[in-house]
Nanobody, 119 residues
Framework: QVRLQESGPGLVKPSQTLSLTCTVSGDSITTYDYWWNWIRQPQGKGLEWVGLIAYSGITRYSPSLKSRISISRDTSKNHFTLRLSAVTPEDTAVYYC???????????WGQGNQVTVSS
C-alpha cells in the first residue's frame, strides 16, 4: 500500500522560503509513469494544484507560482521536496502531497500539512 507523509514547519514568516517534504512508502518515486504532486487548499477555498515531479525527474509548475517554486527529489530517501520562496499570507493553506500512475492522476494522498504565513 502506498502511503505519503508530508513534513515541514507549520509557521513561516513573510518573505521566507517554505520547504515541505513528502516521504513515500510502499513504492518507489521512480516507478515508471508515477507522478508526484503538490496541491494546496486555503481555508474556505478549493484545491489548487501547485506542481509536480515525475518518475523521470521532470517537473511542472503552476504558472501562477512558477517564479517562486521548485520541486526536487532524493531517490535514496524516496522523498520529494517543495520549496516556495518569498511567501506571503496568501500562501497560507493546507499543503498536500499526492500522486499515482498517470499524468495528473491522483490516487494517493498525504494527510496534509497546515502552513501559516505570519509574522
Amino acid at each position: 500500500q502506498v502511503r505519503l507523509q508530508e513534513s515541514g514547519p507549520g509557521l513561516v514568516k513573510p518573505s521566507q522560503t517554505l520547504s515541505l517534504t513528502c516521504t513515500v512508502s510502499g513504492d518507489s518515486i521512480t516507478t515508471y509513469d508515477y507522478w508526484w504532486n503538490w496541491i494546496r487548499q486555503p481555508q474556505g477555498k478549493g484545491l489548487e494544484w501547485v506542481g509536480l515531479i515525475a518518475y523521470s525527474g521532470i517537473t511542472r509548475y503552476s504558472p501562477s507560482l512558477k517564479s517562486r517554486i521548485s520541486i526536487s527529489r532524493d531517490t535514496s530517501k524516496n522523498h520529494f521536496t517543495l520549496r516556495l520562496s518569498a511567501v506571503t499570507p496568501e500562501d497560507t493553506a493546507v499543503y498536500y502531497c499526492a500522486g499515482g500512475p498517470g499524468y495528473l492522476e491522483v490516487r494517493y494522498w498525504g494527510q496534509g500539512n497546515q502552513v501559516t504565513v505570519s509574522s
